[in-house]
């Protein structure tokens, strides 16, 4: 059965009409307007004008020619319908529309678990501090420049460590401070424990003792000769002095540094420190909490606390006699 469309003159509803009622009227299924199906093109009149008749009897002659036609009657007009959507493009909608929402709903749950990572409550913090007094030795609480252990700004030193500490311009703010406690902590070390210090100026790094092992009377002269000729000047690379710590069989690295490090320098000591497996990193900053670097010291198993400057100076100030 051969079928046509139609638009709906006053809904504007596209119809499908079976081609049999060319000609006729309709009426539409949805509004219940009256239209008249276009006739087919070979039914159709010409548009050419008729000619005019030469006379009177022609006209009437004409005329009696006609036919008339009765108007339909209302009930035998037939009601023109729509065509109906196929099942698969209902499917398909309902697929796109399953899809959409179900996106939504894991670009929510996502952004919420970022939240609470960023702003981790109450209970979070305290976990993440005991963690820190447990397997750092670190209470904020306490002044470091008179603790009895040997620390670095509160940080203990333990056997098989390797101290990193940043000597560049970033640490002119607290390097003599830094210094001071270094050489206190470092005479504090029983026999037993190897400890390597790591300095990195701008003129390259320095190691004492030159390998990881237990000090000396003569490891702890040169540190001091060492520390009191050495400025925080210029820039400098911290990616060497990590890599000959793990080189040298550190299983924990403790970094002090106030750089504002790029994604490419974080990718630097990350490269150094996987050298070898199982070394832990703990970060030491000053005035500068850094995202990547508490992310690179997550990644090697360990912990960055951040300290303001202002209170390591009330610290050292209280600790003087």
């Known amino acids: 059965m051969a079928t ?65 036609v009765p108007a339909p009657d209302p009930d035998d ?35 919420l678990a970022i939240r609470m990572v960023i702003s981790s409550p109450d209970g979070n913090s305290a976990q993440l501090e005991q963690r820190r007094r447990d397997v750092l030795g670190y209470n904020p609480d306490l002044n470091p420049f008179t603790l009895p252990q040997p620390n670095l700004f509160g940080v203990q030193l333990v056997d098989g460590s390797a101290i990193v500490v940043d000597v560049s311009a970033d640490s002119r703010y607290w390097w003599s401070l830094a210094r001071d406690a270094l050489a206190a902590n470092l005479a504090k070390l029983s026999s037993g424990d190897r400890v390597q210090l790591y300095l990195c100026p701008e003129e390259g790094v320095t190691v004492v003792p030159a390998t990881l092992t237990t000090w000396t009377d003569a490891d702890r002269r040169s540190l001091t000769d060492k520390l009191g000729k050495m400025y925080a000047v210029g820039r400098t690379n911290l990616a060497p ?52 670097l508490a992310q690179l010291a997550s ?7 951040s300290l303001p400057l202002s209170k390591l100076m009330d610290w050292y100030q209280q600790a003087q006699p």
């Not at 219940?32 to 039914?43: I, N």
């Not at 006379?55 to 008339?68: E, N, R, Y």
């Not at 729509?82 to 399953?98: E, I, Q």
């Not at 990644?299 to 606390?305: E, K, L, P, T, V």
């Open 241 to 292: 002095a990590l890599a000959k710590a793990v080189n040298a069989g550190a299983s924990r690295v403790v970094l002090l540094t106030s750089q504002q490090l790029t994604e490419d320098q974080v990718k630097t000591l990350d490269a150094a420190l996987s050298a070898k497996e199982g070394v832990t990193l703990d970060v030491l900053t000053v005035d500068n909490d850094s995202p990547p």
């Open 299 to 305: 990644r090697h198993q360990g912990h960055m606390i």
């Open 4 to 68: 046509m469309e139609l638009e709906c003159p006053q809904c504007r509803q596209v119809l499908e009409i079976d081609e049999a009622f060319a000609g006729s009227v309709c009426r539409c299924s949805h509004c219940g307007a009256l239209m008249t199906v276009p006739a087919k093109e070979s039914e159709r009149p010409s548009a050419r004008r008729p000619e005019r008749p030469q006379s009177v009897g022609q006209t009437q002659h004409a005329a009696s020619k006609l036919k008339f």
């Open 77 to 111: 007009i037939p009601h023109v319908h729509a065509p109906a959507r196929s099942s698969s493009s209902l499917r398909n909608t309902l697929a796109v529309v399953s899809f959409v929402a179900l996106a939504l709903v894991l670009l929510a749950v996502c952004f």
